[in-house]
């Protein structure tokens, strides 16, 4: 039962998570607060891993999600359900968009989702700021530590231009220094 529902439930992830990757988390997190299966904490390391490792960030997240909850096979079908919308739609879409290419409702209407798929990575970015930097958190110790990593980091960022590599092993270690 548990497979058919992470295929389900990664199903309407992808097809209702438009605009890449980061749109994943606002519906990943839906999940938690559904069926308890990872924790917000464990949701930003994935997030994190994801981002961090090749391909594509919403895939990555599925496959890490799937197999924390049903090991390999768990991975494996979190992310035909995630996939599964996006080929049924290109499909569908690629035998009728050659006819109405230059149909000026459906310029307009590719031109509209630019905006909403902004403010779901948006409201994503917020939700995963206001865990990593321990806000609403009893401890303030914890929100300044983390909020002073950040800027410090992206102080490093802006004035020596570094590699993103440098900057992720940066910020591994003082997180590992720092559990």
Same mark, same amino acid.
């Given at each position: 039962? +548990?497979?058919?529902? %992470?295929?389900?439930?990664?199903?309407?992830?992808?097809?209702?998570? =438009?605009?890449?990757?980061?749109?994943?988390?606002?519906?990943? @997190?839906?999940?938690?607060?559904?069926?308890?299966? +990872?924790? @917000?904490?464990?949701?930003?390391?994935?997030?994190?891993?994801?981002?961090?490792?090749?391909?594509?960030?919403?895939?990555?997240?599925?496959?890490?999600?799937?197999?924390?909850?049903?090991?390999? &096979?768990?991975? +494996?079908?979190? =992310?035909?359900? %995630?996939?599964?919308?996006?080929?049924?739609?290109?499909?569908?879409?690629?035998?009728?968009?050659?006819?109405? *290419? @230059?149909? @000026?409702?459906?310029?307009?209407?590719?031109?509209?989702? *630019?905006?909403?798929?902004?403010? +779901?990575?948006?409201?994503?970015? $917020?939700? $995963?700021? =206001?865990?990593?930097?321990?806000?609403?958190?009893?401890?303030?110790? #914890?929100?300044?530590?983390?909020? %002073?990593?950040?800027?410090?980091?992206?102080? %490093? #960022?802006?004035?020596?231009?570094?590699?993103?590599?440098?900057?992720?092993? &940066?910020?591994? $270690?003082?997180?590992?220094?720092?559990?």
């Amino acid at each position: 039962m +548990i497979y058919l529902t %992470l295929y389900l439930e990664f199903f309407k992830i992808g097809a209702f998570a =438009v605009g890449g990757g980061l749109a994943t988390i606002p519906f990943l @997190q839906e999940l938690i607060e559904k069926y308890h299966w +990872i924790t @917000q904490s464990e949701l930003i390391d994935i997030v994190a891993v994801a981002e961090s490792t090749p391909g594509a960030v919403g895939v990555n997240a599925a496959t890490f999600m799937g197999y924390k909850v049903a090991e390999t &096979l768990g991975g +494996i079908i979190a =992310v035909l359900g %995630l996939i599964s919308p996006s080929i049924v739609i290109i499909v569908i879409i690629a035998h009728f968009f050659n006819r109405f *290419r @230059q149909n @000026q409702y459906v310029k307009k209407a590719f031109y509209g989702l *630019r905006p909403v798929a902004a403010g +779901i990575i948006g409201a994503a970015g $917020v939700s $995963v700021g =206001v865990v990593a930097f321990g806000i609403g958190t009893d401890d303030i110790s #914890i929100q300044i530590t983390r909020l %002073l990593i950040g800027l410090i980091m992206y102080f %490093l #960022i802006e004035k020596y231009s570094k590699h993103p590599i440098v900057y992720i092993a &940066l910020g591994a $270690v003082i997180g590992i220094i720092l559990m």
